[in-house]
């Protein structure tokens, strides 16, 4: 089974300027959520995908920030314009809607350097 | 707000020694995750702890969970080198899970 895989894995960009994350989730897998990490400080929530509906935005930090997820498969994140604190570790996960004992399958993050 | 606080951030520790990462958590929550995470590779889930008292072991790691006093470790017996990696907790809440700040763990010869 492929796992959640994330693309480009680094990216950098200058301030100003739009990048565009995505992010492919577990096959099967309704659940889709964003995750950062800035500056090796904590990891935090972004937002939550309910097949293409967005479950929960609260953790988005502005608006420009445009998360999708289109058809319920693949999501993107774009940042537009990037400024500076936006640097970071983009992570993504998955999982299905009904976990059981499973957790949340992660990938292998995008970094991504605003200079 | 939830708030996870993970101790120590650091830890550096000889091979074969033993020791416990702390995992402390403001609200009740009924699941608990350990991941494990190696420089650019992805976070790899180690322990799920779904109740109050489970404990849940894998080779070298063993991993406790108590609700009630909103506590989860993280033990190490017998360290060694290939442990070297970043080790998060992370506490459900609603549809999210709210991270510790990670503890980078550094097993030497």
């Known amino acids: 089974e492929a796992g959640v895989t994330q693309f480009p894995s680094h990216s950098v960009i200058e301030k100003g300027q739009t990048v565009t994350l995505r992010c492919d989730p577990i096959?099967?897998?309704?659940?889709l959520y964003w995750y950062r990490r800035v500056m090796g400080k904590e990891i935090k929530f972004l937002l939550h995908?309910?097949?293409?509906?967005?479950?929960?935005e609260s953790g988005m930090p502005n608006n420009r920030f445009l998360a999708e997820r289109t058809g319920g498969t693949y999501s993107t994140l774009k940042v537009q314009p990037a400024e500076l604190e936006d640097s970071g570790v983009y992570f993504c996960?998955?999982?299905?809607?009904?976990?059981?004992?499973?957790?949340?399958?992660f990938g292998s993050g995008t970094r991504l350097t605003v200079v | 707000e939830l708030k996870v606080e993970q101790n120590p951030l650091f830890l550096s520790m000889q091979e074969g020694k033993n020791y416990t990462i702390y995992c402390n958590y403001s609200?009740?929550?009924?699941?608990l995750y350990w991941y494990r995470q190696d420089p650019g590779k992805s976070l790899e889930s180690l322990f799920v702890?779904?109740?109050?008292?489970a404990v849940k072991q894998e080779g070298r790691l063993m991993a406790s969970l108590d609700t009630k006093a909103r506590l989860s470790t993280l033990h190490i017996t017998a360290a060694v080198h290939d442990l070297s990696a970043t080790y998060f907790c992370?506490?459900?809440?609603?549809?999210?899970?709210?991270f510790g700040e990670g503890t980078q763990l550094t097993v030497n010869p």
């Open positions: 096959s099967g897998h309704d659940n």
């Open positions: 702890l779904l109740s109050n008292g």
């Open positions: 992370a506490v459900e809440g609603g549809s999210r899970l709210t």
């Open positions: 995908f309910v097949k293409e509906s967005k479950q929960d």
């Open positions: 609200t009740t929550s009924d699941r």
């Open positions: 996960a998955s999982s299905q809607l009904d976990r059981g004992s499973n957790g949340y399958t």
